[in-house]
């Protein structure tokens, strides 16, 4: 089993919908997690992180994290076309190593 | 300002070559990566240095070497290149020691490597 599963989609929506992102982890040490946006050609940015269990709202963006389902989110309200992108989830137990989802491709049509 | 850079950003070659990828960062962060991403996406980390000593070693042949010369630069010397060394290569940084709560990594906008 791998430590994270992601879904990598691609997942196409049309503009103003949203977008829900998921991930499941296997390791319950782990405690911080993240989501990185990574455009085409481009290196991953940073696009929130959350500590623990809980929500965390940044914008149109919110991450969402359940410990005890081991699952991570990420909603993306009135998605734009400059939202397609790839979308990793990250999780680390706070130490350097950082283990990444697999992306999930998203697509927002105009 | 570029934060974290990396050269080149594009690099084809044969099978059997030794190449070399740069990698620095203007952040002041005292730790380094690299990570390699396969045509999936799948983004997995090799190398870590903090402070220019290797914390982070996953299991990666040890055709691929990787040099700090100092915080601010860590290079990637991959030896013998195989086909399945194809893919990109993305250098990042973070504060690392000292960093309080979450230690975020700024990723540089990778090295495209074809191995023919």
């Known amino acids: 089993q791998k430590e994270v599963e992601q879904d990598p989609g691609p997942l196409s929506v049309p503009e103003g919908a949203i977008v829900s992102l998921n991930c499941t982890y296997s390791n319950s040490a782990f405690q911080y997690f993240m989501w990185y946006r990574q455009y085409s050609r481009k290196g991953p940015e940073l696009l929130m992180y959350t500590y623990s269990s809980g929500n965390k709202e940044d914008g149109r963006f919110t991450a969402q994290v359940d410990k005890s389902s081991k699952y991570i989110s990420l909603f993306i309200r009135d998605s734009q076309p400059s939202d397609s992108a790839t979308y990793l989830c990250?999780?680390?137990?706070?130490?350097?190593?950082?283990?990444f989802g697999t992306g999930t491709r998203l697509k927002v049509l105009a | 300002d570029t934060a974290v850079s990396q050269t080149p950003k594009y690099l084809v070659t044969q099978m059997g070559n030794d190449k070399s990828i740069k990698c620095e960062q203007n952040?002041?962060?005292?730790?380094m990566y690299w990570y390699k991403q396969d045509s999936k996406k799948f983004l997995k980390i090799m190398f870590s240095y903090n402070n220019k000593e290797l914390i982070i070693n996953e299991t990666v042949p040890n055709r691929f070497s990787p040099k700090s010369p100092d915080k601010a630069h860590l290079n990637l010397h991959i030896n013998s290149l195989e086909l399945g060394d194809s893919a990109v290569y993305f250098c990042a940084s973070s504060q690392g020691s000292g960093s309080r709560g979450i230690d975020t990594q700024y990723f540089g906008p990778g090295t495209r490597l074809t191995v023919l």
């Open positions: 990250a999780i680390t137990s706070g130490t350097y190593k950082y283990i």
């Open positions: 952040l002041g962060h005292d730790t």
